[in-house]
């Protein structure tokens, strides 16, 4: 569909400036009425296939900008004889699936590096990428109001990097090329965190600037109300 929006224009801009080329050559034969009437056809012409081709931008806004795809299904199962410890199915793109062990705490938060592209980039069809950063286990009730305060987690680093490491050139050339950081000031892109318990399952969804986190079954969905 998205592609009739690009057809369009470009039809109507070829016959406007063929009608416009027609004109102006009788024009010049002193042809005066035949010339006037082609070529004022063609601007016409012109003029339409500029305003569908505004228009088809302004839909791609509402398409591109909204988009956004599943980057990870996450379930836990509480580890027999352990308490506050689980056991993390991630269910990837493609079908992958990653098993993790022994996080310990009542709640989670996964993180990703996240490039952004700039909005008109976005419009032409470049959406954003990422790369998992972690994911952690800890608890909800590690601070305290009274002072700041030490806590521990436990956690798993989700990627390798193999070579050029393509986000920091990105922060350093600070969006030149049209490309940006979800948080531009910091190295930690874009993270969510949800309670953790025995037969929770959450859906984490990239949109065009960072992570979002669903509940993925009833189990989930009555926790995340319970906590409204």
């Known amino acids: 569909m998205g592609l009739i929006w690009w057809i369009l224009p470009a039809l109507t801009g070829v016959i406007g400036l063929m009608l416009s080329f027609a004109g102006v050559g009788r024009l010049l034969k002193l042809r005066l ?10 601007i016409g012409f012109l003029g339409l296939a500029g305003m569908v081709t505004l228009a088809g931008l302004n839909m791609q806004t509402f398409k591109r900008l909204t988009y956004e795809r599943v980057v990870a299904t996450i379930s836990f199962d509480k580890t027999p004889g352990a308490d506050d410890t689980y056991s993390i199915t991630m269910l990837l793109p493609e079908g992958e699936v990653r098993e993790i062990r022994e996080i310990k705490g009542d709640e989670f938060s ?23 950063d972690f994911l ?21 680093r989700l990627y390798e ?17 049209g490309i940006g950081t979800a948080q531009r000031d910091t190295n930690f892109g874009s993270a969510v965190y949800a309670p953790m318990a025995d037969g929770l399952e959450y859906e ?3 949109t065009q600037s960072a992570l979002v986190l669903r509940p993925a079954n009833a189990a989930a969905t009555a926790r995340l109300r319970a906590q409204e």
């Open 161 to 177: 990097n193999p070579g050029l490491d393509v986000y920091a050139l990105a922060k350093e050339q600070n969006g030149r090329f």
């Open 136 to 156: 952690e286990g800890r608890f909800s009730s590690r601070y305290n109001t009274a002072a700041v305060s030490q806590a521990t987690s436990t956690g798993i």
């Open 110 to 132: 996964l993180g990703a590096q996240v490039l952004t592209f700039k909005p008109m980039a976005q419009m032409l069809g470049y959406d954003s990428v990422y790369r998992l």
């Open 33 to 42: 009425a035949a010339g006037a009437v082609r070529f004022v056809f063609g």
């Open 204 to 206: 984490v969804s990239l």
